[in-house]
């Protein structure tokens, strides 16, 4: 198993928190890093189970009678029911941490948490794999990218482009880091992804009806990623309406498929440089979403500013 660096993280957390928040979109690896955690002292379960899953809905008492404490509870999304439960269990075990770790393909602000748990809780978020963990040079802390920071460990200097347009287009999916992986292995990886998500996420908890103006909308964020943003033009090029369209980029945003980057011009006049710049984080899906065929192909659409 490749070392993440949110493991570390994970160890400290659960010694400081009674309650530990794991994000982070699907296939990232948040079951298989949940489950390497759960090995030393915590019992494991998924609401992927639907068995586990109605017994949860149903009874949260019995569920949580049935699996106690250290628990890691696997896509608790489904039952948001469980929070107030745990509360209560919290409520009769104060001052003891690291009793939960929850998992979830939603992002949950402390915000919303705080209506259901009044305790603290540690929210974590992980991704596709870094350029460290790729490189199986994990980091144990976080870090600043400063002048300093990168002298001292670039390790890209032998990275030529060819396998950096490679590594973009496959992704840095965990499923995606074996460098001979065949172009039909990566359309059925991403296509299964998509349909997961559409399906599991999207169409499950959401009213957005079959799904078809859904995924072209995808396409189109997909291949505006880098670029400013611009939703009126994605409603249009999406044949939806503004409003739908506002609605779904906080969808994406919610399940961690997207990254809103503001601009740094804080006190600019310009209307144009106050539009944050949109990225996909899962690159290896944008590109699958926008139809690059390759990575010869995304290196020209790169260079012509195409995506």
């Avoid at 990232?28 to 002292?41: D, I, P, Q, R």
């Avoid at 029911?81 to 690291?98: A, E, K, P, R, T």
């Avoid at 840095?172 to 460098?179: D, I």
């Avoid at 906080?250 to 503001?262: E, I, S």
């Amino acid at each position: 198993m490749l070392t993440r660096t949110l493991s570390w993280q994970l160890v400290k957390v659960c010694k400081q928190y009674p309650v530990v928040f794991v994000t982070g979109p699907r296939k990232v690896g948040k079951t298989t890093l949940l489950k390497y955690f759960a090995s030393s002292k915590y019992h494991f379960v998924s609401l992927n189970d639907l068995n586990e899953r109605q017994l949860a809905l149903t009874d949260p008492v019995l569920f949580l009678k049935n699996h106690e404490p250290p628990l890691i509870i696997d896509e608790c999304q489904y039952a948001p029911i469980l929070f107030s439960h745990i509360q209560s269990y919290l409520n009769d075990h104060q001052g003891v941490n690291g009793l939960f770790v929850l998992s979830s393909s939603i992002k949950f602000s402390k915000t919303e948490l705080k209506k259901s748990m009044s305790c603290e809780v540690a929210i974590l978020e992980l991704q596709g794999l870094s350029f460290g963990e790729f490189k199986s040079k994990p980091f144990s802390d976080p870090f600043l990218p400063s002048t300093h920071y990168l002298k001292i460990n670039n390790s890209c200097h032998d990275y030529d482009f060819q396998s950096l347009y490679r590594d973009i287009f496959y992704g840095f999916n965990l499923r995606m880091v074996a460098k001979d992986a065949e172009d039909s292995a990566r359309h059925q990886f991403y296509n299964s992804l998509l349909q997961d998500f559409l399906c599991k996420d999207i169409l499950y908890q959401t009213s957005i009806g079959d799904g078809v103006d859904f995924i072209t909308f995808l396409q189109q964020v997909a291949s505006s990623t880098g670029k400013l943003l611009n939703l009126k033009q994605l409603a249009q090029a999406s044949k939806i309406d503004l409003k739908t369209a506002k609605l779904w980029l906080n969808l994406l945003q919610k399940f961690g498929m997207v990254y809103l980057l503001p601009p740094y011009l804080k006190y600019s006049s310009s209307s144009k440089s106050k539009s944050p710049k949109i990225y996909f984080l899962d690159t290896g899906l944008c590109c699958y979403l926008a139809k690059i065929s390759n990575a010869d192909h995304l290196q020209i659409c790169t260079m012509n500013k195409a995506i």
